[in-house]
Each structure stands twice: as structure tokens, then as C-alpha cells.
């Protein structure tokens, strides 16, 4: 038998039917290289440097592998025999495909596979652009096939020199800080034609003023103008007219203000004043309801123009004021409208939707209508507020005249832009709609566009058969 000491049992004195659990050093696999054996205080030092590699050790061709596999070596995963050369999924990497094998003994059905899956990877990559053919024409089709490249205009865009943001070619305005942009040089051109064409659209009011019955009078038409300074403003800039004319006539005048100060209210004041005194004279010089109240309208205005800009040059205080005005004549079955600036008239007919008689001359509204920038673009535009056209900014001025026919159960507004601000079209139809008296409906708007903060002075003058 062994004996039980303190010491190591030698392999020699280990039970033949018994293992022991001994820890063993680490040892090389292969003795060190070199004329002399590994002392005792160096294997370990060894053992524990061919075990922990330092990650920066690295030879040249491991270096050049770790480049080309993107520092990450994956495992490759074979593609579908129908997808060959694609991206792979997983790894993102484009895996080469195999060459084509030609060591003897190979299959031809495996050549002519590979070599067909490397003929259509050279075919995916190299193949030429080529317009797609025309899509054939269906009646039955709501919608237009999709345009060829060919068709796809090409977006051109100018670098605004202010704020240096991109614009599209076609754009007049920098939408960002409204600067001029080269196509703007077209803007004179485009605004002279509106006028003209709507100058030369306009009939003598003999040819389809519409006749009344021998004995019958005309609508028993009745007016209320109400105005407000509203939320934000100090002063109310703005002025209204509602005038009984001859047979049973209305002159119905909304101005709107501006230049700060008092130089707005003495703009918005001259004015109608102006085109109230002299429509009242000729009118009780010719009331007949035959008469083209238009060149009166139009002379009124440019007077007012003319001399309320002679006053901004001589008087410092007022420099750079200036007005919007509309102005209707209503008389019988008839309206004829004087309009510069951006208040405006609509028409609510009995049976049919809101309809604004005015143009907004304002270049935000001018850039709408030519189709360059949208809605939405116009809502937030550096230059929504800025008017090419108004009373007093000019030595001259040209007016708006046109002329409308109306119904007895038609209602009119005129108003100033601190309603359009805050109203809707949709809301101006509906209050004017359940209205009974003008009163009434001022006082509906004026009230909603006061809830609604009212940014600016707030007007509106209603005309509708009593």
C-alpha cells in the first residue's frame, strides 16, 4: 500500500483503478527555437504570450485582408443561382462570382451555368439607359401613363445673392427673404398685361344693362358699414363710406391705410373723401341709371392718387404713406367698382357660391396667379404684405374698373385685409348666407375675426335688398 504523507503522489504511486485531477502547467506545442532550452522563469512568460496575442501585432498580408473585407471578415453566404452577383443581405458586401472552372473533369452543364450567371451579372451593370416606348393610349385609362426621361423637363435653379438658398428659374422673388431674382425683369411686362386685358374685357354699360319693367322699381337696397382697430393695433387705419345716391343708389367705399403713424388714417381719410365728394357732385348732376359711372370712379381715384401724393412729397411727417381703395356705385341692377390695392368685394348670389369681384394687387397675389409659387408658399411669403398698386405710393395710378350685374337676392361685401386675415371664404359665405339685415352680418364678422385675435384693423361694409 501507498503511504498517506503530505507529499505528491508520483505517477508511479497512483492507484491503477483511480484518476486523479491534477492542474498542468500550459506547455508549447513545439519546443522554442533556439541553441538553448527555456529556463523555469521564462515559460511561463512565454506560455501566456503564445496564448494572449496583442491585437496590434499584425503582418502586412493580414493588414491588406482586413482592408478588402471592410475590417470585418463574414461569412459568405451562397446566393440563389437565379440572383447571381446581388448585394448580399446580410454582410452588404458584392461577392465576385466564382470563375469559370476548367480543370478537366468538370461538367459542361456546370460551365454553361456559371458562365451564364457571369453573362448576366456584365448584362445588369453595363447595360445602356434606353427610353422605355410609349405606353399605348386607353380611353378607359383616368389617368395619363407616367412620363418617358425623355419628357422629365429639366429643373433649373438661381441662387438667391442675399440669402444664397436655391430658387426655381421661373421664380421672381426669393421665397425665403424675398429678394429679386432674374426672372422678376418680366414682372412689369406680366402686370401691364393683367391690366389691359382686363381694361379691354369691359363693354359699354348700354349694351347689357339690364332694363327694368315700365313702373316697376328697383331693389330696395340697404347698406351698414362697421370697422374696428381690432387686437393688436393702436390707431384704426382704416375708413368706410355707406352713401344713399339718387334712385335708390349706394356709394360704398372701403380704404385701408398705411405708413405708420398718422400718416396711414390722413391716406385712408383723404381718399375717401375725395372719391365721396365728387361721385355725390356728378351724380346729382346725371342721375339717370343709364350713365357709365366708371371714368367718374376712375378720375376720383386718380385725383385722390395725385393729390395725397403731392402732399407726401411737400410734408415730411406723412412720407410714405399710402392707401387701398375700393369703391362700388350701386344703382339699380347694376354695380360698377374703382378698386387699387388689396381690400376687396365679393358677390354671394342666391344660388350660387362666393365670388370675389376684385384682384389683390399685391405681388404675392400677381405670383399666384401666374402659377409660380402655391397656397401654401403664399401663406408664409417674405412679401405677403407688399402691393405693386395702391392710392399715393405713385405719382400716377392705374384703376381697376369693371362692372357687374346683380340680382335682387344678391348680397354684397366690401371689406379690408384684417377680415381675410382671420375669415375664410367659406365663413364669409355662410354668415352672409343667414344674415337677415346688414347689420347683422357686419357684426358677425367683425365679432369672429376679433375672437380670433384680429392682427390688424378689421372692415366691412354689406349691401343687401331690405
Known sequence: MAS???GTDTPEERPAGGRRNVIRPLVPASPPAGPEPPTESSTGEDQRRNVIRRLDSETPASVQARQVAGNVIRPLIPLPPTMPGLRDSKTGIIRPLPPVPSLPGTRPEEVRERREQRDSRLTAILRPLTLLPPAPTDPNLR??????LAEEPVAQWVICERCEIPNRADLMFCLKCGSVLPAASELYETLAREYETMQSAERPKAEFIPRLVSGRRGPNWQAYGLTDKGRVRKNNEDMLVATPLPANGWLLVVADGMGGAEAGEVASQQAA???????EN???????????????????IEQANAMLYREAEENPRLHGMGTTLTAGVVQGLCLELGHAGDSRCYLLPAGGPL???TTDHAIVSHLLRLGQITPEEAHDHPLRNQLYRAVATAPTIEVDATLHVLAPTDRLLFCSDGLILHVSDAEIEEILRRATTPQQACRLLVDLTLQRGAGDNVSAVVLMAG
Open 273 to 279: 373723401e375725395i372719391v365721396r365728394e365728387l361721385i
Open 282 to 300: 356728378r351724380m346729382s348732376l346725371d342721375p339717370d341709371p343709364d350713365t357709365d359711372h366708371r371714368p367718374w370712379l376712375i378720375q376720383a
Open 143 to 148: 389617368t395619363a401613363p407616367l412620363p418617358t
Open 355 to 357: 365670388r370675389q369681384l
Open 4 to 6: 498517506s504523507g503530505s
